[in-house]
DNA sequence: ATGGTGGCGCGGCCA
């Protein structure tokens, strides 16, 4: 058994903010209302020269982070020290920056951003399937040295039927489509749980909406931002819930975030 | 309906 963890108390959060840049504002005020403990942005679409380290310590958080120009981008912004920071899955060579993991108070926490797969069927759709596998094991390694574990991001799978507002219209569907919840389902058997599902939830919750069709109004959204915890950890949930206030706000991402509470 | 909206960056890609 490893030690008990540091910190005692922890929230997490999780937010796809697509583009740090236009949504800095937003990303500061949600960490001065929700006051997570660490919070892991995905999309951030910044080259690390950019990464604006001083307005985040200023609201009192450190940052480490790996990004690109224009496309990807992870950051992980925490009250506490960050340690043992890596930028890669490992298995390949991928300028695309989808992972991030660091040690917060006694936690491993892996930010992903998983790709997007475009259609099922194509060249995308095929990366999103082997990064996926390459995933599982990365997870796996990880989990053998860390049994206090989480695993978070924009994974852009939705779980099942109950986490998309019209499941006949998905199915099929690149984001819901069998062979991506099965590799969703392939990870989640490692040991980790959906914590969200955890907690009573009102029904159609979701954390991603298209921006086209008026989709966020009419709740035409699907449930792709998860936050999966190792056994130990998932033991220590107290809550877990979408906070859907960010995607009303002026000029939104197209996700909103989610945030569990650890005892 | 191969549309639609938004970000990046200034044309076309990506989501």
Same mark, same amino acid.
């Not at 950051?75 to 930028?87: F, I, M, N, P, S």
């Not at 060249?123 to 049994?147: C, D, S």
């Given at each position: 058994?490893?030690?008990a963890?540091?910190?005692?108390?922890?929230?997490?959060?999780?937010?796809?903010?697509n583009?740090l840049k236009v949504?800095?504002?937003?990303?500061l005020q949600?960490?001065?209302?929700?006051s997570?403990?660490?919070?892991?942005?995905?999309?951030?679409?910044?080259?690390?020269?950019?990464?604006?380290?001083?307005? *985040?310590? &200023?609201?009192g958080? =450190?940052?480490?982070?790996?990004g690109?120009?224009?496309?990807?981008? +992870? %950051?992980l912004? $925490? !009250?506490?020290?960050?340690?043992?920071?890596?930028?890669e899955?490992?298995?390949?060579?991928?300028?695309?920056?989808?992972?991030?993991?660091?040690?917060?108070?006694?936690?491993?926490?892996?930010?992903?951003?998983?790709p997007?797969?475009?259609s099922?069927?194509?060249?995308?759709?095929?990366?999103?399937?082997?990064w996926?596998?390459r995933l599982?094991?990365? *997870?796996? &390694?990880?989990?053998? =040295?860390?049994?206090?574990?989480?695993?978070?991001?924009?994974?852009n +799978? %939705?779980?099942? $039927? !109950?986490?998309?507002?019209?499941?006949?219209?998905w199915?099929?569907?690149?984001?819901?489509s069998?062979?991506?919840?099965?590799?969703l389902?392939?990870?989640?058997?490692?040991?980790?749980?959906d914590?969200?599902?955890?907690f009573e939830?009102?029904?159609?919750?979701?954390?991603?909406?298209?921006?086209?069709?008026n989709?966020?109004k009419?709740n035409?959204?699907?449930?792709?931002?998860?936050?999966?915890a190792?056994d130990?950890?998932?033991?220590?949930?107290?809550?877990c819930?979408?906070?859907?206030?960010?995607?009303?706000?002026e000029?939104?991402s197209?996700?909103?975030?989610?945030?569990?509470?650890?005892?």
């Amino acid at each position: 058994m490893q030690a008990a963890p540091a910190g005692g108390s922890v929230r997490i959060a999780t937010w796809n903010v697509n583009s740090l840049k236009v949504r800095l504002a937003q990303v500061l005020q949600f960490a001065a209302s929700a006051s997570p403990d660490v919070l892991a942005l995905q999309e951030t679409k910044l080259t690390d020269d950019r990464f604006p380290v001083a307005e *985040i310590e &200023a609201a009192g958080y =450190r940052a480490v982070f790996s990004g690109q120009k224009t496309y990807n981008g +992870v %950051a992980l912004l $925490a !009250r506490e020290e960050l340690q043992g920071v890596t930028t890669e899955l490992p298995g390949a060579p991928d300028p695309q920056r989808r992972w991030l993991a660091a040690t917060v108070s006694g936690v491993r926490i892996i930010d992903v951003y998983v790709p997007n797969g475009e259609s099922v069927g194509s060249e995308k759709y095929a990366y999103k399937l082997g990064w996926m596998e390459r995933l599982r094991e990365a *997870i796996a &390694a990880e989990l053998a =040295r860390h049994p206090q574990l989480v695993v978070l991001g924009d994974f852009n +799978v %939705a779980p099942e $039927a !109950r986490d998309v507002h019209d499941p006949k219209e998905w199915e099929g569907q690149v984001l819901f489509s069998e062979p991506e919840r099965e590799a969703l389902r392939r990870i989640v058997a490692l040991g980790l749980h959906d914590v969200f599902r955890r907690f009573e939830q009102p029904e159609k919750e979701f954390s991603w909406w298209d921006y086209r069709m008026n989709a966020f109004k009419r709740n035409r959204g699907l449930r792709i931002d998860l936050i999966l915890a190792s056994d130990a950890l998932a033991a220590r949930c107290t809550a877990c819930h979408i906070d859907k206030q960010p995607r009303r706000q002026e000029r939104p991402s197209d996700h909103t975030p989610v945030i569990a509470d650890f005892a």
